[in-house]
Antibody, heavy 121, light 110 residues
Framework: QVQLQESGPGLVRPSQTLSLSCTVS??????????WSWIRQPPGEGLEWIGH???????FYSPSLKSRVLISVDTSENQFSLKVTSVTAADTAVYYC?????????????WGQGTLVTVSS | QSALTQPASVSGSPGQSITISCTGT?????????VSWYQQHPGKVPKLILY???NRPSGISNRFSGSKSGNTASLTISGLQAEDEADYYC??????????FGTGTKVTVL
């Protein structure tokens, strides 16, 4: 079964760039019809969709984050990554990488275990 | 893109049925059959429990059911059990091809 695992720094300084990677095991990003998504959840708050990428490299981002977010894919490593620039305390959250449905549906499954990223000086 | 509106909390006694609403607009919930629901226990990862309004993934109890009317989708939990106490989130496809989540509902089993 497909499993996802996030990795990256747990602490990022304000105004710097947050960078996370997600390693997919038990299945291949290449040749799949799925999207590969990032979702975050600030402590004690709800879920926020950040964006997704297809194995072809096509991306789509949340309009509210679009100017600061970049999602990329490395099919040779079976990984996809997230960068968020110019971070502030409001970007402090648990970040999840998730497999998501293709174009004609909307679901997220499975989820990585999540990684807490704190923005603080 | 604004978050979909869910009640902050819903409660019920064991064995009862409860319904959680998820209200959006014609540009998201009302325009598509692409609504999904997630269950999240404290400190745990969200779990997909319904997709495409009313479809259950393999292994999900048939006590969970979904429906949609106009701009509002609903999740019904029947035969409420202590293990159902968790946060629940809806999600919808949108006309801009983005995805959006609901504000979340805390379910308490009395």
């Amino acid at each position: 079964q497909v499993q996802l695992q996030e990795s990256g720094p747990g602490l990022v300084r304000p105004s710097q760039t947050l960078s996370l990677s997600c390693t997919v095991s038990g299945g291949s990003i290449s040749g799949s019809t799925y999207y590969w998504s990032w979702i975050r959840q600030p402590p004690g708050e709800g879920l926020e969709w950040i964006g997704h990428i297809h194995q072809s490299g096509s991306t789509f981002y949340s309009p509210s984050l679009k100017s600061r977010v970049l999602i990329s894919v490395d099919t040779s490593e079976n990984q996809f990554s997230l960068k968020v620039t110019s971070v502030t305390a409001a970007d402090t959250a648990v970040y999840y990488c998730v497999r998501s449905s293709g174009a004609f549906s909307n679901w997220f499954d499975p989820w990585g275990q999540g990684t807490l990223v704190t923005v603080s000086s | 893109q604004s978050a979909l509106t869910q009640p902050a909390s819903v409660s019920g006694s064991p064995g009862q049925s409860i319904t959680i609403s998820c209200t959006g607009t014609s540009s998201d919930v009302g325009g598509y059959k692409y609504v999904s629901w997630y269950q999240q226990h404290p400190g745990k990862v969200p779990k997909l429990i319904l997709y495409d309004v009313s479809n259950r993934p393999s292994g999900i109890s048939n006590r969970f059911s979904g429906s949609k009317s106009g701009n509002t989708a609903s999740l019904t939990i029947s035969g409420l059990q202590a293990e159902d106490e968790a946060d629940y989130y809806c999600s919808s496809y949108t006309s801009s091809s983005a995805r959006v989540f609901g504000t979340g509902t805390k379910v308490t089993v009395l």
